[in-house]
């Protein structure tokens, strides 16, 4: 299957310096790890990367350093979706000013229970405002952050008016009977899910890949997922990679927001505690998580 987008993506997180600034030489190595450890590409500032805590020209600058440190643009997936159009555009514009065909977008999220009608209306209005064939959308489905579902029949929709350019959708609502729903849409749209336990699932439906924050820490088992999913002779190796993705995952997961226990992780990991850094109004996990992350670590596989 032709797929726009495709493989093991990382929704990779943002080190912050002690100004709470992006920390450029620890990004480019944290991309360099991913695309080493069995990752196609970067889905840039997401809700892992704490893209809505950036401005606009911060996160024009991010994509700009990223490409200076040698990610290509093929290999990524920048989040261009705000709340206001206009911002949405530029940020889109500015993608493929540089290259970057691929764009994964949020619908403005800060009005909650608004009809399909306004929401396909937002996203025709900013593919309009590009104005550019080359672009490859990825629709942005985390209800519980934005607010603002995508339906079945919104997506639908959407593929229907802007057939090529909405060519995909990163689903982080955790309910695989939707994710399966958007699989059935079309055979050639790339639906990507956000959640590491449903990935094996999903490719068995006829999914694309994954776009997930546990890729910071775990590329390699979900690159054995993504090749041995259907390989009888790899069963044992995909059940212990299964294992480890539920494992952290869980741990991740139990602390409320997920990027702090995330940071965390990689605190731990790369044995620097700058990685705890945050944008407020998140915060790192307290003394006593960490403690009860230790412990919660020791049971998941190795």
């Known amino acids: 299957m032709q797929f726009a987008i495709r493989g093991v993506w990382s929704a990779v ?15 480019d190595r944290q991309c360099r790890w991913l695309l080493d ?23 024009k600058a991010m994509l700009e350093a990223v490409l200076a440190g040698g990610v290509t643009p093929e290999q990524l997936a920048p989040g261009v979706g705000v709340a206001a159009i206009p911002e949405t555009v530029e940020l889109t514009k500015h993608a493929l000013s540089l290259g970057v065909t691929r764009a994964v977008m949020l619908p403005p999220f800060y009005y909650k229970s608004v009809p399909d009608d306004g929401v396909f209306a937002a996203y025709a209005r900013i593919i309009e405002g590009v104005a550019d064939d080359r672009l490859r959308v990825v629709l942005y489905n985390i209800p519980h952050q934005s607010g603002v579902p995508l339906s079945l029949d ?24 939707t994710t399966r729903g958007y699989c059935g849409l079309r055979p050639d749209f790339a639906v990507l899910v956000g959640s590491d336990p449903l990935f094996a699932q999903v490719l068995q439906a006829g999914g694309a890949g994954c776009i997930t924050a546990v890729s910071n820490l775990c590329a390699p088992d979900l690159r054995v997922v993504y090749e041995a999913w259907n390989d009888p002779a790899r069963a044992g190796e995909l059940a212990e990679a299964q294992a480890r993705l539920e494992g952290w995952r869980a741990v991740s997961m139990a602390y409320g927001t997920q990027l702090p226990a995330i940071k ?16 407020p109004p998140l915060l790192p996990l307290t003394v006593e998580q ?6 919660r670590l020791r049971s998941v596989p190795a």
């Open 37 to 59: 450890n069995g990752c196609d590409g970067i889905a840039l500032l997401g809700t892992t990367g704490e893209a809505n805590s950036f401005s606009v020209g911060e996160r």
């Open 264 to 279: 965390a992780l990689l605190a731990r990991r790369d044995e620097d505690a700058g990685w705890n850094r945050l944008r």
């Open 154 to 177: 919104l997506v639908a929709r959407l593929i229907s008016a802007f057939p090529g350019i909405v060519a995909g959708i990163k689903d982080s609502s955790g309910k695989l009977e």
């Open 13 to 27: 997180a943002t080190p912050l310096d002690e100004a709470l600034n992006v920390d450029r030489a620890k990004l």
């Open 290 to 295: 960490q403690q009860d992350m230790e412990a």
